[in-house]
C-alpha cells in the first residue's frame, strides 16, 4: 500500500513551484534518486488541488527514475565550482527548478542555496521521469 495520498508526475511539472523549498534529505538507490522536501506549492491549476489558490503541501518525496546522470555543484566565492556529492546538499534551500525535454530524457536542473555552506549550488539529474507524492495541502502558499 502506498504511504502517499496525492501524487502526480514530470507531466504537471509547469504546475508545481519548488521556490524556498527546502531539502530535508536526499536517498540514492541504483538508478533512483529521492529528495524528500519540508514541502512545495501546488498551483490552483494542478488537477489535484481542489482549492481556489495554490497551496502548500506537507512533506513531500520527489523520486526520479532511470537516472542516467547526476551532478552536484558548489559555487564558491572566488568564482571556482566545486562538484560534491549529491548527498552533500540535503540541506539545500531550492530557487529555481527547471525541466528539459532532451531525447528520452529529461535534463532537471535545480539551483538554490546550500544551508550548510551558505554557497549558492546546484543539482543536474539526466532521467526519464519523476514522481512527486505527499499527503495534505496545507496552508495558501506564500505568494497568494
Given at each position: 500500500m502506498n504511504p502517499w495520498k496525492y501524487?502526480?508526475?514530470n507531466d504537471y511539472f509547469d504546475y508545481l513551484d519548488?521556490?524556498?523549498?527546502?531539502?530535508?534529505?536526499?536517498?540514492?538507490?541504483k538508478d533512483i534518486v529521492t529528495i524528500y522536501f519540508e514541502f512545495i506549492y501546488i498551483s490552483k491549476d494542478h488537477?489535484?488541488?481542489?482549492?481556489?489558490?495554490?497551496?502548500s503541501t506537507d512533506q513531500c518525496k520527489l523520486t526520479f527514475y532511470n537516472v542516467k546522470?547526476?551532478?552536484a555543484i558548489i559555487y564558491l566565492d572566488d568564482d571556482k565550482e566545486k562538484e560534491v556529492q549529491?548527498?552533500?546538499?540535503?540541506?539545500?534551500?531550492?530557487?529555481?527548478?527547471?525541466?528539459?525535454?532532451?531525447g528520452q530524457d529529461f535534463v532537471y536542473e535545480m539551483f538554490?542555496?546550500?544551508?550548510?555552506?551558505h554557497h549558492f549550488c546546484s543539482i543536474k539529474l539526466k532521467a526519464k521521469s519523476f514522481k512527486l507524492e505527499w499527503n495534505?495541502?496545507?496552508e495558501d502558499a506564500w505568494y497568494v
Amino acid at each position: 500500500m502506498n504511504p502517499w495520498k496525492y501524487q502526480t508526475t514530470n507531466d504537471y511539472f509547469d504546475y508545481l513551484d519548488f521556490h524556498d523549498c527546502i531539502v530535508e534529505d536526499i536517498k540514492i538507490e541504483k538508478d533512483i534518486v529521492t529528495i524528500y522536501f519540508e514541502f512545495i506549492y501546488i498551483s490552483k491549476d494542478h488537477p489535484l488541488n481542489p482549492y481556489k489558490v495554490a497551496k502548500s503541501t506537507d512533506q513531500c518525496k520527489l523520486t526520479f527514475y532511470n537516472v542516467k546522470m547526476s551532478k552536484a555543484i558548489i559555487y564558491l566565492d572566488d568564482d571556482k565550482e566545486k562538484e560534491v556529492q549529491l548527498l552533500d546538499l540535503d540541506e539545500m534551500e531550492f530557487l529555481e527548478f527547471k525541466q528539459l525535454h532532451v531525447g528520452q530524457d529529461f535534463v532537471y536542473e535545480m539551483f538554490g542555496s546550500d544551508w550548510k555552506t551558505h554557497h549558492f549550488c546546484s543539482i543536474k539529474l539526466k532521467a526519464k521521469s519523476f514522481k512527486l507524492e505527499w499527503n495534505e495541502f496545507t496552508e495558501d502558499a506564500w505568494y497568494v
